[in-house]
């Protein structure tokens, strides 16, 4: 027997030995290269090493890779094989660095109800964070990510900005924002989130925020993405280029740390990495 | 550039879904009972199915470059973005947009003077007692006088108010 082929089977082994990778690139129309596959396999498991979890699953719901190598594999879930996004009216896709909207009817729908769909994320544990490749110079709150439902019980889930503010809303309805800021200030990792009923935090590259706020019930509504789910409907559509979304349970600093630098990471690899 | 088509509600029923593997078109619903789609979902590759429909919906005098509306290019009978929502404006400086809530075409605002924009419903709200009479009319008009950016709502100076109710800017009607 040849030792070549076991180096060749030791090696396509290394490569997906992550299971969501093998799920995730399972089924596409269009194969991605070994270099991406090996990438997304380094992300994940240095994900899942960082934050001590043995599935993605353990602390995500739905997690897209919008900066990923195609437009298909780049609206999968990478956590489970459900949850996959739906590029409504045509957002423009570029490969390794994102979605971007137009501003005026497209966006991408995560067919992830926040309430029905949840199973780590909770009214009290609950994160949402998207990577944002673009500078904000519109002076019109524009949403990231969200959802909001207006009748009572009124109830938020969703990160919007203008170029001088972030707003933030770990479920719940109070317009908190975080201001002073410049459109370049809101490039790289946004995360907004909650580890209690009491306090809401939004992160922005890791720099924390924080106020003392009470957790709202969860919209029953879908996660839309470079735009805000209004009862039902799509509004406040972002021209804004997204590299990464996802939806979890509620983490701690260390954990955000670990979120920021291990997808940056991954974006630098590909030379589309923004934090400074 | 941010072309969109003006297509009918048949036409929209007609594309409305999901197509290909992840795509979906879902036509925006603007003033008048029309509807608009982007214009690059006719070269979008998930759209093949439904590429030769989209092209057919596309005339010469039915695709409109959808701005971010500022004070220079209000013009009136375009579609113009505001605040995240697609709006119309007819030749008496009305706002009109399509409210999902309502399912209708509803009017927003008034168009005073190029860069200054009054809510109509706020006006008519604080320019009357309870009796209907019109009551201090410049004093309250000027803190509803807005610009066009979402959230800075900038009260006019006296002078401002002055001149827009004396160039006729300023209509208050029985509606």
């Given at each position: 027997m040849s030792i070549v082929p076991i180096i060749k089977k030791f090696r396509l082994g290394s490569n997906l030995n992550q299971p969501e990778v093998q799920q995730y690139i399972s089924g596409l129309t269009t194969p991605l290269s070994s270099a991406q596959k090996t990438k997304l396999n380094t992300f994940v498991r240095s994900l899942k090493n960082g934050l001590g979890i043995s599935y993605l699953s353990s602390a995500f719901d739905v997690m897209y890779?919008?900066?990923?190598?195609t437009a298909e594999s780049s609206l999968r879930n990478l956590v489970k094989n459900a949850h996959h996004a739906t590029a409504v009216n045509s957002p423009t896709f570029t490969a390794l660095e994102g979605f971007s909207g137009n501003g005026t009817s497209s966006y991408l729908n995560s067919n992830y109800n926040l309430s029905n769909s949840k199973i780590v994320a909770s009214q009290n544990s609950v994160s949402l964070g998207v990577y944002n490749r673009s500078e904000i110079t519109s002076l019109s709150t524009l949403a990231y990510a969200g959802a909001r439902k207006t009748t009572l019980p009124e109830s938020v889930t969703l990160l919007q900005g203008t170029s001088t503010s972030l707003f933030y809303y770990p479920n719940d309805t109070a317009d908190t924002g975080i201001t002073g800021?410049?459109?370049?200030?809101?490039?790289g990792m946004l995360i907004t989130n909650r580890i209690s009923d009491t306090i809401k935090e939004a992160y922005i590259n890791k720099t924390k925020y924080q106020a003392s706020v009470n957790s709202a019930a969860i919209a029953p509504l879908s996660l839309f993405i470079l735009a805000r789910d209004l009862d039902g409907n799509p509004d406040r559509y972002n021209t804004c280029q997204l590299s990464f979304c996802f939806v979890g349970k509620g983490f701690t600093q260390a954990n955000i740390n670990i979120i920021t630098d291990t997808f940056e990471a991954y974006m630098d690899s590909n030379g589309k990495g923004v934090i400074a | 550039m941010n072309n969109h088509i003006i297509i009918t509600p048949e036409q929209a029923e007609l594309i409305r879904g999901n197509h290909g593997k992840y795509s979906a078109i879902e036509p925006v619903p603007v003033p008048a009972g029309n509807y608009i789609i982007s214009e690059d979902c006719i070269s979008d590759p998930d759209l093949l199915s439904v590429k030769e429909q989209l092209q057919a919906m596309k005339r010469p005098d039915n695709v409109q470059d959808i701005k971010d509306v500022n004070e220079s290019e209000i013009s009136t009978g375009r579609l113009v973005n505001h605040n995240g929502l697609v709006v119309c404006i007819d030749a008496a400086n009305e706002v009109f947009s399509y409210d999902t809530k309502e399912q209708s075409t509803v009017k927003k605002s008034v168009m005073i003077a190029p860069s200054l924009m009054v809510e109509r419903e706020q006006i008519k709200a604080l320019t009357t007692d309870a009796d209907g009479n019109i009551k201090k009319l410049a004093g309250n008009v000027k803190y509803y006088v807005a610009d066009l950016t979402e959230g800075t709502r900038t009260p006019a100076t006296d002078t401002e108010v002055e001149k827009l109710i004396n160039d006729g800017n300023i209509i208050i009607t029985n509606e």
């Amino acid at each position: 027997m040849s030792i070549v082929p076991i180096i060749k089977k030791f090696r396509l082994g290394s490569n997906l030995n992550q299971p969501e990778v093998q799920q995730y690139i399972s089924g596409l129309t269009t194969p991605l290269s070994s270099a991406q596959k090996t990438k997304l396999n380094t992300f994940v498991r240095s994900l899942k090493n960082g934050l001590g979890i043995s599935y993605l699953s353990s602390a995500f719901d739905v997690m897209y890779i919008l900066g990923g190598e195609t437009a298909e594999s780049s609206l999968r879930n990478l956590v489970k094989n459900a949850h996959h996004a739906t590029a409504v009216n045509s957002p423009t896709f570029t490969a390794l660095e994102g979605f971007s909207g137009n501003g005026t009817s497209s966006y991408l729908n995560s067919n992830y109800n926040l309430s029905n769909s949840k199973i780590v994320a909770s009214q009290n544990s609950v994160s949402l964070g998207v990577y944002n490749r673009s500078e904000i110079t519109s002076l019109s709150t524009l949403a990231y990510a969200g959802a909001r439902k207006t009748t009572l019980p009124e109830s938020v889930t969703l990160l919007q900005g203008t170029s001088t503010s972030l707003f933030y809303y770990p479920n719940d309805t109070a317009d908190t924002g975080i201001t002073g800021l410049n459109g370049t200030t809101q490039k790289g990792m946004l995360i907004t989130n909650r580890i209690s009923d009491t306090i809401k935090e939004a992160y922005i590259n890791k720099t924390k925020y924080q106020a003392s706020v009470n957790s709202a019930a969860i919209a029953p509504l879908s996660l839309f993405i470079l735009a805000r789910d209004l009862d039902g409907n799509p509004d406040r559509y972002n021209t804004c280029q997204l590299s990464f979304c996802f939806v979890g349970k509620g983490f701690t600093q260390a954990n955000i740390n670990i979120i920021t630098d291990t997808f940056e990471a991954y974006m630098d690899s590909n030379g589309k990495g923004v934090i400074a | 550039m941010n072309n969109h088509i003006i297509i009918t509600p048949e036409q929209a029923e007609l594309i409305r879904g999901n197509h290909g593997k992840y795509s979906a078109i879902e036509p925006v619903p603007v003033p008048a009972g029309n509807y608009i789609i982007s214009e690059d979902c006719i070269s979008d590759p998930d759209l093949l199915s439904v590429k030769e429909q989209l092209q057919a919906m596309k005339r010469p005098d039915n695709v409109q470059d959808i701005k971010d509306v500022n004070e220079s290019e209000i013009s009136t009978g375009r579609l113009v973005n505001h605040n995240g929502l697609v709006v119309c404006i007819d030749a008496a400086n009305e706002v009109f947009s399509y409210d999902t809530k309502e399912q209708s075409t509803v009017k927003k605002s008034v168009m005073i003077a190029p860069s200054l924009m009054v809510e109509r419903e706020q006006i008519k709200a604080l320019t009357t007692d309870a009796d209907g009479n019109i009551k201090k009319l410049a004093g309250n008009v000027k803190y509803y006088v807005a610009d066009l950016t979402e959230g800075t709502r900038t009260p006019a100076t006296d002078t401002e108010v002055e001149k827009l109710i004396n160039d006729g800017n300023i209509i208050i009607t029985n509606e």
